[in-house]
T-cell receptor
């Protein structure tokens, strides 16, 4: 079973459209994340949720809106897609622990805006 | 917030050569340190991690890294690389709430 799963894996869409990427983790973790990887492979955190509450919201356009219906899910909705939104979006999860915690990544969602 | 810098953007080696990829971080608190690998077209996979204890940590596929607190460094090493090690390598540091990644180092191993 995939620990962190994202859908869709590939998405090609036109500018101006609205799209969503879904993420689910079956690890029982309490924290979930969205990262964006651009064409130069640079990884940047976008959002982080702990127990369904938003704890990190980096400087991303308001067109990006995360939603966490429960601890196991963190979906990313993007409005009015722009060419610059083309990237790979990685969902991830971790469990808060005083001794240290590892982040586990999903397989990524390749978004291409044309 | 913490930050991470990786000094080498692209490293090209021949098979059997030794590898060392540099990673420095800045963060005032207790950190967890990681190296992730991303093979072409794939997601990030954990190579190794340091939370506490022995500063020399061993990971999968023959990789190891040494945490040197005084230098704020966590360099990745492998004595003898293989063609299959061709990938992007990311150093990461986790503070209180999130994980920050370095810009990545692309490793190309020539057969």
């Amino acid at each position: 079973d995939t620990a962190v799963s994202q859908t869709p894996k590939y998405l090609v869409t036109q500018m101006g459209n609205d799209k969503s990427i879904k993420c689910e983790q079956n690890l029982g973790h309490d924290t979930m994340y969205w990262y964006k990887q651009d064409s130069k492979k640079f990884l940047k955190i976008m959002f982080s949720y702990n127990n369904k509450e938003l704890i990190i919201n980096e400087t991303v356009p308001n067109r990006f809106s995360p939603k966490s219906p429960d601890k196991a899910h963190l979906n990313l909705h993007i409005n009015s897609l722009e060419l610059g939104d083309s990237a790979v979006y990685f969902c991830a999860s971790s469990q808060t622990s005083a001794s240290g915690n590892t982040i586990y990544f999903g397989e990524g969602s390749w978004l291409t805006v044309v | 917030a913490q930050s991470v810098s990786q000094h080498n953007h692209h490293v090209i080696l021949s098979e059997a050569a030794s590898l060392e990829l540099g990673c420095n971080y800045s963060y005032g608190g207790t950190v967890n340190l990681f190296w992730y690998v991303q093979y072409p077209g794939q997601h990030l996979q954990l190579l190794l991690k340091y939370f506490s204890g022995d500063p020399l940590v061993k990971g999968i596929k023959g990789f190891e890294a040494e945490f040197i607190k005084s230098k704020f460094s966590f360099n990745l090493r492998k004595p003898s690389v293989q063609w299959s090690d061709t990938a992007e390598y990311f150093c990461a540091v986790k503070g209180n709430n999130d994980m920050r990644f370095g810009a990545g180092t692309r490793l190309t191993v020539k057969p």
